[in-house]
């Protein structure tokens, strides 16, 4: 949740005014939180007040779960967003906002910027995906809109479970058929302002894979341009889960958020899994070749080989040859006292 809050801060400065570059300033006397964030906090409000409320599981039983969520997603949508009526909404949902209508068909990447709580506060992929799809429905029922936020939530969920960037790909690839096999640098010449889940999800996702760290997939997502803020906080909120999130990023985070998003903040935090231990290390990635800066690349197929201890498995997850994987191990082992063997 705090990368998408912290993706949104950095890309509000940007977003009528792009930056084609990955140099640029992050944070300006100007950033702020817009509706990225505010829908964010309400969708993470929504489900909790399910669970204490109505006697939610982080599972679905029957039908009368889900209409039961459906119904905390517009309260809770609609009590944030009049609250916040100068966020930047779009104007359709600001109809909504103010009518009390149904949803409106829409395409828009509203529904993906503001899903990523579902992959915290669900711990199962059916569950994510079903609660992601009901969180778009009380709005964007487009299939797009649909498949936006299933897809931005399953990438949180697969992130924070410890599965690795290749097979994070795969599966969005195959599940939901986005393109992404494209690079940064092939996107960003002739990326324009597109608010469509299908213009601007992939694009986000493909900035998360490219991204060493949290900073600079929000470098990734800004530099293309186009709908920044939201681009960004798609972005960000999967490579939080990957990455864990910096401390420092947290007080940034908080320190631009006025206090009834802050209590919303607080109560989300104690009850999603948690992310980083005491020490504020993150207890899934961080090992001592971390540290030593072996390529980003090489540490993540060195320590998926240390959980699974198959050599034919890594390769077959990361598209190399076991030869390949070993060559990466041998070097593995130079900068670590743990042994990488089966």
Same mark, same amino acid.
């Given at each position: 949740m ?10 509000? *400065? ?6 084609k570059s990955k140099s640029f ?7 702020r939180?817009?509706?990225d964030s ?6 993470a ?7 204490e409320?109505d006697n ?11 209409e039961n969520?459906?119904s ?6 609609r ?8 966020a ?7 109809v909504?906002?103010?009518?009390g209508g149904?949803p409106y068909?829409s395409w828009?990447?509203?529904?993906a910027?503001r899903?990523?709580p579902?992959?915290?506060?669900f711990?199962d ?6 609660a992601a799809r009901i969180?778009a ?5 487009h299939?797009e809109g ?5 897809? *931005?939530?399953?990438a949180?969920?697969?992130a924070?479970?410890?599965i690795? !960037?290749?097979e *994070?790909k795969?599966?969005?690839?195959k599940?939901?058929?986005y393109?992404l ?5 092939e996107i960003?010449?002739?990326y324009?302002f597109?608010v469509s889940?299908?213009?601007s999800v992939?694009e ?11 900073i600079d ?9 186009g ?7 798609m972005?960000?909120s999967i490579?939080?889960?990957y ?11 908080r320190?631009?958020l006025n206090?009834?998003?802050?209590a ?9 899994p948690?992310?980083?231990?005491p020490d504020g290390?993150d207890p899934?990635?961080t090992s ?16 998926h080989?240390v959980k699974i201890?198959n050599? !034919?498995k890594?390769?077959?997850?990361f598209?190399?040859?076991e030869?390949?994987?070993?060559? *990466?191990?041998?070097k593995a ?10």
């Amino acid at each position: 949740m705090y990368g998408a809050l912290f993706g949104d801060l950095v890309g509000s *400065i940007y977003e009528h005014n792009n930056v084609k570059s990955k140099s640029f300033q992050m944070l300006s006397d100007e950033s702020r939180f817009t509706d990225d964030s505010v829908m964010t906090i309400a969708v993470a409000e929504s489900i909790m007040n399910y669970f204490e409320y109505d006697n939610g599981t982080d599972t679905f039983s029957d039908r009368n779960d889900e209409e039961n969520l459906a119904s905390r997603f517009q309260v809770g949508m609609r009590k944030w967003g009049l609250r916040y009526p100068e966020a930047g909404y779009g104007s359709r949902f600001l109809v909504w906002l103010r009518t009390g209508g149904e949803p409106y068909n829409s395409w828009g990447n509203g529904s993906a910027m503001r899903v990523s709580p579902v992959a915290w506060l669900f711990n199962d992929l059916v569950s994510v995906r079903k609660a992601a799809r009901i969180s778009a429905f009380v709005t964007h029922n487009h299939p797009e809109g649909i498949k936006g936020a299933e897809a *931005i939530a399953s990438a949180v969920y697969m992130a924070r479970t410890g599965i690795y !960037k290749p097979e *994070i790909k795969k599966y969005i690839e195959k599940e939901f058929g986005y393109d992404l096999d494209r690079t940064c640098d092939e996107i960003r010449p002739e990326y324009t302002f597109d608010v469509s889940c299908q213009g601007s999800v992939p694009e986000a996702i493909i900035a998360f894979l490219e991204g060493r760290d949290i900073i600079d997939v929000v470098r990734n997502a800004v530099s293309l341009g186009g709908d920044s803020d939201t681009v960004a906080a798609m972005a960000a909120s999967i490579a939080e889960a990957y990455y864990g999130m910096d401390y420092r990023i947290k007080c940034v985070v908080r320190r631009n958020l006025n206090d009834d998003q802050k209590a919303v903040l607080k109560r989300f935090e104690e009850i999603a899994p948690a992310r980083l231990d005491p020490d504020g290390n993150d207890p899934v990635r961080t090992s001592r070749w971390r540290v030593l800066m072996l390529p980003d690349y090489e540490q993540e197929v060195a320590e998926h080989f240390v959980k699974i201890r198959n050599r !034919k498995k890594t390769a077959e997850a990361f598209g190399i040859s076991e030869q390949d994987v070993s060559a *990466i191990i041998q070097k593995a082992e130079r900068y670590t006292d743990r042994l990488y063997r089966e």
